[in-house]
């Protein structure tokens, strides 16, 4: 069934109820100190021998989207086991696998590796650590007992906020891009776009999607997720052809989109993802329409739990809008201004897509 209008708002809040309340440590490439959910160095696991840890993709763990909400994951964990955690930041993709091997090193017992770029670091590292468990948060190709896929089916939010884009829009153009083309970037790009496609079958209308062309899997990409420069003026070349709502997808990319917002000379609306940006990031939420999120926290946070009880699989965890791991977030501030009769197309399109009335066409489905 599709959840209410009421439980997708309570979903969206409890998954950044605690974003910011965090102190959150930036260390080097290969550290060789822990540091505990307050940040101390020097601490040791107050666990027996259960030590939790995670590394960063370059986006780092102040991205306030991606990394930070996996970090967050890890720190609801180790608070609900009573244990410390040691957190690696990765600046560059030449980081990822030293990174790896420094928490090894550390004896973390399960590690939790943020992004499909890290997946070839990630399975060499379970080869040779076989007793360690892994968590390859963005893949799900990865074949050994000793790590466990977390993915997303980001498409079935993204389809939704696509539709309502679409209604939103006064220009008949909307936008996306991301910040690399790998499949967990572009299945939030391919959801946006079916979703606004449908609209135009069930409306008749004919809204453009800049940036991004799901037939062709051809867009439009900063090259990192990092860039905020290079994220700025990219937003700026799609605003200038008449979009008035954008989906960046890319972690703290969406900066360079909502500075490029704050200098066009008209209104445009600006798409979070992967949690509800509008709670995540407040000095934006004039110009937040809504999020394609997804409960990061939650299902990290449970799968390192059921590694510290013995309970570790290699069965992949997809979250889906029927387990509640995606949704899309609130209007917030501009529930408003969407047409009246939107939140109830909506409610019936999700059920449809629960129900498999609806699929999502996508080379990129988990």
Not at 83 to 106: C, F, G, M, R
Not at 295 to 306: C, F
């Amino acid at each position: 069934m599709s959840l209410p209008t009421p439980t997708r708002r309570l979903l969206a809040a409890a998954a950044l109820a605690t974003a910011g309340a965090l102190a959150f440590t930036g260390c080097a490439s290969a550290p060789s100190d822990a540091t505990d959910a307050t940040g101390a160095a020097g601490a040791s696991t107050a666990s027996g021998d259960f030590l939790p840890c995670i590394v960063s993709d370059e986006g780092g763990f102040d991205d306030q989207s991606f990394n930070q909400l996996g970090l967050e994951g890890v720190t609801m964990a180790a608070d609900a086991l009573g244990t410390k955690h040691i957190d690696v930041q990765s600046q560059t993709e030449s980081d990822y696998a030293p990174n790896i091997q420094s928490l090894v090193d550390q004896g973390c017992t399960t590690i939790v590796t943020m992004g499909y770029l890290l997946a070839a670091a990630t399975g060499e590292a379970a080869t040779a650590n076989p007793d360690v468990h892994f968590i390859m948060v963005d893949d799900a190709t990865i074949s050994a007992d000793n790590v466990k896929g977390v993915v997303w089916d980001t498409s079935q939010a993204g389809f939704l906020v696509g539709y309502a884009a679409a209604s939103y829009s006064t220009t008949g153009k909307v936008g996306t891009y991301g910040g690399a083309q790998i499949p967990p970037v572009t299945l939030y790009m391919d959801g946006f776009a079916r979703g606004v496609q449908y609209h135009n079958e069930q409306k008749g209308t004919d809204v453009q999607v800049i940036g991004w062309n799901p037939d062709t899997q051809e867009g439009q990409f900063t090259g990192n997720f990092s860039d905020i420069n290079a994220a700025k003026v990219l937003s700026q070349g799609i605003l200038d052809q008449g979009v008035d709502v954008i989906t960046p997808v890319g972690g703290p990319i969406y900066q360079g989109a909502a500075q490029a917002i704050r200098e066009s000379s008209k209104p445009v609306a600006l798409v979070g993802v992967d949690t509800d940006m509008y709670l995540s990031d407040p000095e934006y939420d004039d110009i937040w329409f809504t999020s394609i999120a997804r409960d990061m926290p939650k299902s990290i946070s449970e799968v390192i739990q059921a590694s510290a009880s013995g309970e570790f699989d290699n069965e992949t965890y997809v979250g889906t809008l029927e387990n509640g791991g995606v949704l899309m977030s609130p209007f917030h501030d501009f529930e408003s201004k969407v047409a009246p009769e939107l939140q109830g197309e909506l409610d019936d399109i999700e059920a449809a897509i629960v129900a498999g009335d609806i699929t999502i066409e996508t080379p990129s489905a988990p």
